[in-house]
């Protein structure tokens, strides 16, 4: 309808966001223009502001609104140590640890050579200019531990062997909370093998 | 972190939407901001035109951006007819069905006498007063089959028929494709009383 032009463009505007489709879409539209106006502004401010505002840190990669993160300046923070993590989602669940005080390098994504992400374009380069530097002595391998996960963890961790660093994985093993008899068996042969 | 105020305050915006909590706003966040920023910019500028230009029809009270919504200037409408719905999502589904071609008035909610929401407050003297104009013939209550829809649909039935309205309700009975035996008792007897 053409009287309803603004409407169904947002409708269209919100199934950019990941798992929202039509009808999710249009029960937030609705849910918006009925009961929350002020919350739709806000709303279109924030994402306006954080598209303009939010880059890269120019050391680790993560998303900050300045040159170099505040985890980068942080002289707290043991400089020794390099966690390399997928996303900034994957860098803020091991920040809620709080077990780890070291650096990080975000790569913004994985490999994966069906979808045509090879090692360019994730910035391998640029993880291996910064963890050569003389700082870096530990380089944790945080990727997830998926198929593609464990791939950029083999790629990254044979790279910077090559290069004369010391590289770890994180553990796998039994999930803490959880009953043997309902673990996958994959996991509890690595546990048996990563046993102390 | 401070950083990071404009991705927190993206994350705090996202959780405005209905059915999305923090989990979900982080993930839209980062997703946005890592694979689609022009879908942020786009969606910024859906969400301001939407809530700037949308309001409601004069007559039937849907979302529109004109005076009066295309449906009601519709000459091929059948004029006699005022179908009675809660939202302009219902609306939408009625609309689907292709099976009605009369006008609607929407209400833009429920009575719900617990959360405060009384005749005044869906403007039932509108529907009134557009109810009780020279052409309508027949109101037909199309407010959802819950509790406070149906209480809703009693009201407005008894006041319309006071003002000597023809006043229908829509059927309720067993839903198209469904077996018997997983219907609720209620639905079934429901089908048995409407029988015809």
Do not use: W
Request: one cysteine or more.
């Amino acid at each position: 309808m053409a009287d309803t032009h603004s409407l169904e463009a947002l409708v269209q505007a919100l199934r950019k966001l990941p798992g929202v489709g039509v009808k999710s879409a249009s029960r937030m539209a609705f849910h918006l223009l009925q009961h929350d106006r002020p919350g739709a502004m806000l709303l279109s401010q924030a994402l306006q502001q954080a598209a303009t505002n939010i880059r890269h840190c120019s050391l680790c990669h993560t998303f900050t609104e300045n040159e170099v993160c505040a985890t980068c300046l942080d002289p707290q923070r043991d400089h020794s140590k390099l966690c390399v993590v997928e996303t900034p989602a994957d860098q803020a669940a091991v920040e809620r640890t709080s077990a780890y005080r070291g650096l990080y390098f975000v790569l913004m994504g994985k490999l994966s050579p069906l979808d045509g992400i090879g090692p360019n374009e994730i910035g391998l380069a640029k993880l291996f200019e910064r963890a050569t530097r003389g700082d870096v002595q530990e380089v944790i391998l945080a990727t997830n531990f998926t198929a593609e996960g464990e791939a950029t963890a083999h790629v990254i961790g044979e790279a910077l062997k090559a290069r004369g660093l010391r590289v770890t994985r994180l553990a796998r093993g039994v999930p803490a909370g959880s009953e043997l008899e309902y673990v996958d068996l994959g996991t509890i042969a690595h546990a048996f093998v990563d046993r102390r």
